[in-house]
């Protein structure tokens, strides 16, 4: 039996990948609290896995997008 699931979640190499970012930077900004993320297995453990939505990272993006480029709306479709 196959089971395919929908990733909706995302670990620290692959939001890496998907944001075009080297890990260690990705790191650094959920240490500084500048990246959504949360942690699975408590915000306390030291083996706590930091994961990703990719909405939240999607919508991450698009707030980078407007405060880096005022006066720019995207394009319209």
């Not at 995302?10 to 080297?22: D, F, I, K, N, Q």
């Not at 240490?31 to 990719?54: D, M």
Request: hydrophobic content about 30%; charged content about 30%; aromatic content about 6%.
């Amino acid at each position: 039996m196959t089971v395919t699931i929908d990733q909706t979640r995302l670990t620290v190499p692959e939001a890496a990948r998907y944001l075009g970012m080297s890990e260690d930077t990705v790191r650094v900004l959920c240490r500084e609290k500048k990246l959504p993320h949360y942690r699975a297995g408590g915000s306390t453990s030291t083996k706590a896995k930091i994961l990703f939505r990719v909405e939240t990272l999607d919508k991450w993006m698009d707030q980078q997008e407007k405060e880096n480029c005022v006066g720019w709306e995207g394009e319209k479709v």
